[in-house]
């Protein structure tokens, strides 16, 4: 693990900084090379204990976040996270049987999760997908009113889109099913509206898009369905 009294705080970069809070060094060290591969400069922390004091010394663009760690639950990194360095993009990486947890991270303003065992291409798109989210993000939050009525008119026209979808094109529905929120790319969505949908979240669905026809429902059920299980 990196050493923070090495690290010189005064480096100029234009590499997106990137830290990884993962207790598995051997996926830890596999990340850290496909991303450095990518141009990305790159920090491993084993613990959750040491990710929040590398976060309190140090600027980072995102926050790689398993929250299964040795020393405390990693969800408190999360929030620490996103209360103290808001700039700071955060995506939590997960199992099947713990995305509910992923859910209730991105409502403390996580940005994305992925499931693992995730393939290469997954986290190179997640990342980049975060990254352009934080770039946007200033410019997002001084929208007025009027646009902001209007993105939330786009958003729910978009769910019906991908509800409806999944009814009528199976292999859609299938990577869906298997690659989460990074198979909605192509729509203007919110994490939080793409981590709705990947995890079959029908309650935010009913209070922010309203309420589904059975064909809409169709891939809801059949997620859930698969998480109970």
């Known amino acids: 693990m990196i ?7 005064t480096k100029e970069t234009t590499k997106p900084h990137i830290l990884i809070m993962e207790d598995d060094l051997n996926v830890a060290k596999g990340l850290k090379m496909i991303l450095e591969e990518q141009g990305y400069d790159v920090e ?19 926050l790689m976040a398993d929250l299964h760690l040795p020393d405390i639950d990693g969800m408190q990194v999360v929030k620490r996270t996103t209360e103290t360095k808001p700039d700071t993009g955060v995506i939590v990486m997960t199992g099947y049987a713990t995305s509910s947890l992923a859910v209730d991270a991105m409502k403390l303003g996580a940005h ?20 352009d989210f934080n770039a946007s993000k200033i410019n997002q939050e001084n929208l007025p009113l009027l646009d902001s009525q ?6 729910k026209r978009e769910v019906l889109n991908v509800l409806n979808r999944t009814s009528e094109d ?10 989460g929120t990074a198979a909605l ?18 309650q935010w669905i009913n ?17 859930l369905e698969r998480e109970a299980w």
């Not at 613990?47 to 995102?62: E, H, P, S, V």
């Not at 994305?112 to 990254?131: M, N, R, V």
């Open 150 to 155: 209007n993105n939330k008119s786009i958003e």
């Open 112 to 131: 994305d999760f992925i499931s693992k065992p995730f393939t290469e291409e997954q986290i190179k798109t997640a990342i980049k997908d975060a990254l």
């Open 44 to 62: 491993l922390q084993g613990t959750g204990l040491g990710a929040m004091d590398a976060i309190g010394k140090y600027d980072y663009d995102l």
């Open 170 to 179: 199976e292999s859609f529905w299938l990577h869906l099913m298997e690659e």
């Open 185 to 202: 790319t192509e729509y203007t969505l919110t994490s939080e509206a793409k981590s709705a949908i990947a995890s079959g979240d029908l």
């Open 3 to 9: 050493d923070l009294k090495e690290r010189d705080k």
């Open 207 to 223: 209070e922010n898009v309203g309420e589904l026809t059975q064909k809409q429902l169709m891939f809801i059920y059949k997620r």
